[in-house]
T-cell receptor
Framework: GEDVEQSLFLSVREGDSSVINCTYT??????LYWYKQEPGAGLQLLTY?????DMKQDQRLTVLLNKKDKHLSLRIADTQTGDSAIYFC????????????FGTGTLLAVQP | DAGITQSPRHKVTETGTPVTLRCHQT?????MYWYRQDPGHGLRLIHY???????DKGEVSDGYSVSRSKTEDFLLTLESATSSQTSVYFC??????????FGQGTRLTVV
């Protein structure tokens, strides 16, 4: 079945860039997402990319997609302590029901 | 959180007892989902609904049932709770587009 893999932990210093990586196996993925989860809270959609795109930029966030290698990354520029959270990669085949397959999550710790 | 309320937010129950979790939305979205979150697994889809009385199984549906008798409410029932169902449960809603909105979660402990 589909599988989405992420590294478990990333530690960066405030002001540095963070890069969170994700690999997926489903070649029929239509959308790829990055969600953020702060402690004790639900998931918040940060950004998504359509599978025919290579890159998407949204303020401090840059998403890169290598469809050939099934690799997705999220770069956060000028990382702040408020960016400390768990980041989930997810994929879906699209369509109306749009069921999401999530990765295991990466805990980003930002050191002041 | 986009008009989604999960109840209860926390529950401790004993093995073998029935448990029902409620998801209530005020957005009139067609699609509703129940996920569970466990360390090392991320979120996994339990069941979803694509309309009133229309539901289908997700990846980890064994031991769970759902009901949707009206657009705004999606209930998740554990008929006989087991310790393996200790988890954090998230409800999500979608209008059928790209974005899904998540509730705050229900932390369930089965002892």
């Amino acid at each position: 079945g589909e599988d989405v893999e992420q590294s478990l932990f990333l530690s960066v210093r405030e002001g540095d860039s963070s890069v969170i990586n994700c690999t997926y196996t489903d070649s029929s993925s239509t959308y790829l997402y990055w969600y953020k989860q702060e402690p004790g809270a639900g998931l918040q959609l940060l950004t998504y990319i359509f599978s025919n795109m290579d890159m998407k930029q949204d303020q401090r966030l840059t998403v890169l997609l290598n469809k050939k290698d099934k690799h997705l990354s999220l770069r956060i520029a000028d990382t702040q302590t408020g960016d400390s959270a768990i980041y989930f990669c997810a994929e879906s085949e699209g369509g109306a029901t749009n069921k999401l397959i999530f990765g295991t999550g990466t805990l980003l710790a930002v050191q002041p | 959180d986009a008009g989604i309320t999960q109840s209860p937010r926390h529950k401790v129950t004993e093995t073998g007892t029935p448990v029902t979790l409620r998801c209530h939305q005020t957005e009139n979205h067609r699609y509703m989902y129940w996920y569970r979150q466990d360390p090392g697994h991320g979120l996994r889809l339990i069941h979803y609904s694509y309309g009133v009385k229309d539901t289908d199984k997700g990846e980890v549906s064994d031991g769970y049932s759902v009901s949707r008798s009206k657009t705004e409410d999606f209930l998740l029932t554990l008929e006989s709770a087991t310790s393996s169902q200790t988890s954090v449960y998230f409800c999500a809603i979608s209008a059928g587009g790209v974005e899904a909105f998540f509730g705050q979660g229900t932390r369930l402990t089965v002892v």
